[in-house]
């Protein structure tokens, strides 16, 4: 694998609870070349503030919103993730 861009698809749906143990992870990994791509399904709590906290800190964090002519849904967000990825791997983590 050498060191290949990892994508690393998020979906997110209210989870300011978990949002930033699940990033914190991320951080903690021992393979650096990544980018984590976090799409939220309309998220009614903070999870977005969180999302901007990460990204400011760290250009491997990126968010977008699930598009409304996109069906609401995890499977919805991971594909919309993959549209956006960058990565030669793709890996799925649940906040």
């Known amino acids: 694998m050498e060191n290949n861009l990892v994508s690393i698809i998020i979906p997110s749906f209210n989870s ?6 699940t990033l914190n992870s991320v951080l903690h990994q021992t393979y650096s070349n990544w980018e984590c791509i976090v799409v939220d399904d309309g998220s009614t709590d903070d999870t977005i503030l969180i999302l901007k906290e990460y990204a400011s800190k760290d250009s491997r ?29 793709v890996v799925f983590l649940d906040s």
């Open 16 to 21: 300011e609870n978990l949002i930033k143990e």
């Open 61 to 89: 964090f990126k968010w977008f919103f699930r598009p409304s002519s996109k069906p609401k849904g995890p499977s919805s967000a991971r594909n919309y993730g993959i549209e956006k990825a960058n990565g030669e791997f």
